[in-house]
Protein backbone atom coordinates (compact mmCIF):
# COMPACT_ATOMS: atom_id res chain seq x y z
CA UNK A 1 0.00 0.00 0.00
CA UNK A 2 1.11 3.43 -0.95
CA UNK A 3 1.93 5.25 2.18
CA UNK A 4 1.59 9.34 2.39
CA UNK A 5 2.65 10.76 5.38
CA UNK A 6 2.37 14.07 6.75
CA UNK A 7 4.44 15.75 9.76
CA UNK A 8 1.49 17.43 11.53
CA UNK A 9 -2.00 16.81 11.56
CA UNK A 10 -2.77 19.98 13.27
CA UNK A 11 -0.82 23.28 13.45
CA UNK A 12 -1.60 26.72 14.89
CA UNK A 13 0.50 29.59 13.90
CA UNK A 14 0.59 33.29 14.17
CA UNK A 15 0.13 35.90 10.93
CA UNK A 16 3.15 36.50 9.42
CA UNK A 17 5.05 33.61 10.67
CA UNK A 18 7.32 31.73 7.74
CA UNK A 19 4.79 28.11 7.94
CA UNK A 20 6.49 24.80 6.54
CA UNK A 21 4.31 21.58 5.59
CA UNK A 22 6.06 18.54 4.80
CA UNK A 23 5.03 15.29 3.48
CA UNK A 24 6.72 12.12 2.62
CA UNK A 25 5.88 8.83 0.64
CA UNK A 26 7.57 5.80 0.47
CA UNK A 27 6.58 4.42 -2.88
CA UNK A 28 9.44 5.83 -4.69
CA UNK A 29 6.97 7.87 -6.55
CA UNK A 30 7.84 10.50 -9.19
CA UNK A 31 5.22 13.18 -8.96
CA UNK A 32 4.06 14.74 -5.90
CA UNK A 33 1.11 17.22 -5.23
CA UNK A 34 0.45 20.14 -2.57
CA UNK A 35 -3.51 20.49 -2.40
CA UNK A 36 -5.64 22.95 0.21
CA UNK A 37 -9.08 22.14 0.67
CA UNK A 38 -12.38 24.26 1.42
CA UNK A 39 -15.83 24.03 2.38
CA UNK A 40 -17.72 24.77 -1.00
CA UNK A 41 -14.69 25.19 -3.14
CA UNK A 42 -12.97 21.72 -2.99
CA UNK A 43 -9.39 20.33 -3.45
CA UNK A 44 -7.20 23.17 -5.31
CA UNK A 45 -4.20 22.50 -6.74
CA UNK A 46 -1.23 24.59 -5.08
CA UNK A 47 1.85 23.16 -6.63
CA UNK A 48 2.95 19.93 -8.24
CA UNK A 49 6.49 18.41 -8.63
CA UNK A 50 7.22 15.67 -11.36
CA UNK A 51 11.55 15.34 -9.87
CA UNK A 52 13.70 16.19 -7.48
CA UNK A 53 14.23 20.37 -7.68
CA UNK A 54 11.30 20.35 -9.99
CA UNK A 55 7.86 21.94 -9.72
CA UNK A 56 4.59 23.39 -11.59
CA UNK A 57 2.71 25.56 -10.30
CA UNK A 58 -1.16 24.91 -9.72
CA UNK A 59 -3.98 26.83 -9.70
CA UNK A 60 -3.57 28.68 -6.11
CA UNK A 61 0.35 28.96 -6.25
CA UNK A 62 0.04 33.22 -4.64
CA UNK A 63 1.90 32.59 -1.25
CA UNK A 64 3.19 29.48 -1.20
CA UNK A 65 6.11 28.00 -2.41
CA UNK A 66 7.47 24.57 -2.28
CA UNK A 67 10.66 22.64 -2.30
CA UNK A 68 11.79 19.05 -3.57
CA UNK A 69 15.36 18.04 -2.69
CA UNK A 70 14.71 14.50 -2.07
CA UNK A 71 12.46 12.24 -4.30
CA UNK A 72 10.57 11.07 -1.68
CA UNK A 73 10.21 14.40 0.80
CA UNK A 74 7.93 17.69 -0.54
CA UNK A 75 7.45 20.75 1.38
CA UNK A 76 5.30 23.30 1.12
CA UNK A 77 6.08 26.61 2.37
CA UNK A 78 3.58 29.52 3.70
CA UNK A 79 6.23 32.56 3.28
CA UNK A 80 4.35 34.90 5.26
CA UNK A 81 1.40 33.35 6.95
CA UNK A 82 -1.96 35.26 6.50
CA UNK A 83 -5.63 34.19 7.79
CA UNK A 84 -7.09 33.10 4.83
CA UNK A 85 -4.41 30.81 4.35
CA UNK A 86 -6.61 28.81 7.43
CA UNK A 87 -7.31 25.47 5.20
CA UNK A 88 -6.89 22.01 5.42
CA UNK A 89 -3.63 21.32 3.61
CA UNK A 90 -3.72 17.65 1.45
CA UNK A 91 -0.24 16.21 -0.20
CA UNK A 92 -0.30 13.31 -2.59
CA UNK A 93 1.69 11.20 -4.91
CA UNK A 94 1.73 9.58 -7.60
CA UNK A 95 3.95 7.35 -10.78
CA UNK A 96 4.14 9.07 -13.87
CA UNK A 97 1.59 8.70 -16.60
CA UNK A 98 -1.77 10.76 -17.35
CA UNK A 99 -3.47 7.33 -16.52
CA UNK A 100 -2.00 7.22 -13.05
CA UNK A 101 -4.24 8.12 -9.86
CA UNK A 102 -2.60 10.02 -6.93
CA UNK A 103 -3.01 8.84 -3.31
CA UNK A 104 -2.87 11.17 -0.53
CA UNK A 105 -2.20 11.95 2.76
CA UNK A 106 -4.38 12.55 6.07
CA UNK A 107 -4.10 16.01 5.89
CA UNK A 108 -2.65 18.68 8.20
CA UNK A 109 -5.61 21.23 9.19
CA UNK A 110 -3.47 24.66 9.45
CA UNK A 111 -4.67 27.30 11.74
CA UNK A 112 -3.92 31.27 10.85
CA UNK A 113 -4.41 33.70 13.93
CA UNK B 1 -19.02 27.80 -14.75
CA UNK B 2 -16.99 24.84 -12.91
CA UNK B 3 -15.59 22.52 -14.67
CA UNK B 4 -17.04 19.61 -12.11
CA UNK B 5 -20.34 20.23 -10.65
CA UNK B 6 -21.20 17.84 -7.84
CA UNK B 7 -24.44 17.94 -5.78
CA UNK B 8 -22.54 18.42 -2.36
CA UNK B 9 -26.08 16.61 -0.16
CA UNK B 10 -25.73 16.23 2.41
CA UNK B 11 -27.52 12.65 1.67
CA UNK B 12 -29.55 10.84 4.20
CA UNK B 13 -30.61 7.19 3.97
CA UNK B 14 -31.09 4.12 5.75
CA UNK B 15 -29.05 0.92 6.03
CA UNK B 16 -29.18 -1.42 3.03
CA UNK B 17 -30.27 1.33 0.53
CA UNK B 18 -29.00 2.08 -3.08
CA UNK B 19 -26.96 4.99 -3.46
CA UNK B 20 -26.77 7.36 -6.02
CA UNK B 21 -23.98 9.80 -6.91
CA UNK B 22 -22.88 12.06 -9.43
CA UNK B 23 -21.19 14.24 -11.12
CA UNK B 24 -21.10 15.80 -14.47
CA UNK B 25 -18.27 18.00 -16.24
CA UNK B 26 -17.86 20.31 -19.02
CA UNK B 27 -14.29 19.44 -19.84
CA UNK B 28 -14.09 17.38 -23.17
CA UNK B 29 -10.47 16.73 -22.51
CA UNK B 30 -10.69 14.76 -19.65
CA UNK B 31 -9.73 11.25 -20.05
CA UNK B 32 -9.90 9.43 -16.44
CA UNK B 33 -12.55 9.34 -14.12
CA UNK B 34 -11.98 8.26 -10.17
CA UNK B 35 -14.16 8.34 -7.09
CA UNK B 36 -12.55 9.10 -3.60
CA UNK B 37 -13.93 8.40 -0.26
CA UNK B 38 -13.04 10.53 2.50
CA UNK B 39 -13.76 10.26 6.04
CA UNK B 40 -13.90 12.86 8.35
CA UNK B 41 -10.47 14.09 9.79
CA UNK B 42 -8.82 11.69 6.97
CA UNK B 43 -7.69 12.23 2.99
CA UNK B 44 -9.17 10.84 0.38
CA UNK B 45 -8.98 7.42 -0.55
CA UNK B 46 -9.06 5.98 -4.03
CA UNK B 47 -12.09 4.04 -4.46
CA UNK B 48 -13.15 3.68 -8.06
CA UNK B 49 -10.91 4.89 -11.62
CA UNK B 50 -12.37 4.26 -14.74
CA UNK B 51 -11.39 5.31 -17.89
CA UNK B 52 -13.98 4.43 -20.62
CA UNK B 53 -17.34 4.91 -21.12
CA UNK B 54 -19.14 1.67 -19.13
CA UNK B 55 -19.67 0.45 -15.92
CA UNK B 56 -16.92 -0.78 -14.01
CA UNK B 57 -18.33 -2.81 -10.50
CA UNK B 58 -15.94 -3.61 -7.56
CA UNK B 59 -18.09 -5.54 -4.53
CA UNK B 60 -21.14 -3.04 -3.94
CA UNK B 61 -19.30 -0.37 -5.31
CA UNK B 62 -20.45 0.34 -9.58
CA UNK B 63 -18.65 3.17 -11.50
CA UNK B 64 -20.92 4.52 -14.53
CA UNK B 65 -19.31 6.64 -16.96
CA UNK B 66 -21.13 8.14 -20.08
CA UNK B 67 -18.78 10.53 -22.05
CA UNK B 68 -21.73 11.37 -24.57
CA UNK B 69 -23.72 12.58 -22.23
CA UNK B 70 -20.74 13.85 -19.84
CA UNK B 71 -22.12 12.36 -16.54
CA UNK B 72 -20.69 10.03 -13.97
CA UNK B 73 -21.98 7.89 -10.94
CA UNK B 74 -21.33 5.96 -8.30
CA UNK B 75 -23.93 3.75 -7.06
CA UNK B 76 -23.60 1.89 -3.52
CA UNK B 77 -25.63 -1.59 -2.98
CA UNK B 78 -26.90 -2.14 0.38
CA UNK B 79 -25.57 0.46 1.96
CA UNK B 80 -23.70 0.28 5.20
CA UNK B 81 -23.47 2.35 8.06
CA UNK B 82 -19.44 2.33 7.78
CA UNK B 83 -20.09 4.23 4.04
CA UNK B 84 -20.77 7.09 5.73
CA UNK B 85 -18.44 9.27 4.49
CA UNK B 86 -17.63 12.83 2.08
CA UNK B 87 -17.49 11.03 -1.74
CA UNK B 88 -15.51 13.14 -4.38
CA UNK B 89 -15.52 12.87 -8.00
CA UNK B 90 -12.39 13.16 -10.15
CA UNK B 91 -11.21 13.76 -13.53
CA UNK B 92 -7.85 14.10 -15.12
CA UNK B 93 -6.12 15.25 -17.75
CA UNK B 94 -2.36 14.58 -18.85
CA UNK B 95 -0.40 16.93 -17.69
CA UNK B 96 3.44 17.00 -18.41
CA UNK B 97 4.76 13.76 -16.69
CA UNK B 98 1.83 13.16 -14.47
CA UNK B 99 -2.21 14.41 -14.40
CA UNK B 100 -4.21 17.30 -13.29
CA UNK B 101 -7.23 16.02 -11.11
CA UNK B 102 -10.33 18.19 -11.56
CA UNK B 103 -12.58 17.28 -8.34
CA UNK B 104 -16.07 18.00 -7.54
CA UNK B 105 -16.64 19.84 -4.01
CA UNK B 106 -18.06 16.08 -2.18
CA UNK B 107 -21.29 14.86 -1.57
CA UNK B 108 -21.58 14.03 1.95
CA UNK B 109 -22.93 10.58 2.78
CA UNK B 110 -24.84 9.26 6.02
CA UNK B 111 -26.07 5.63 6.20
CA UNK B 112 -28.19 5.29 9.29
CA UNK B 113 -28.70 1.89 11.15
Known amino acids: DVKVTQSSRYLVKRTGEKVFLECVQD?????MFWYRQDPGLGLRLIYF???????EKGDIPEGYSVSREKKERFSLILESASTNQTSMYLC????????????FGDGTRLSIL | QKEVEQDPGPLSVPEGAIVSLNCTYSNSAFQYFMWYRQYSRKGPELLMYTYSSGNKEDGRFTAQVDKSSKYISLFIRDSQPSDSATYLCAMSVPWGSGSRLTFGEGTQLTVNP
Open chain 1, 27 to 31: MDHEN
Open chain 1, 92 to 103: ASSLPGGYQPQH
Open chain 1, 49 to 55: SYDVKMK
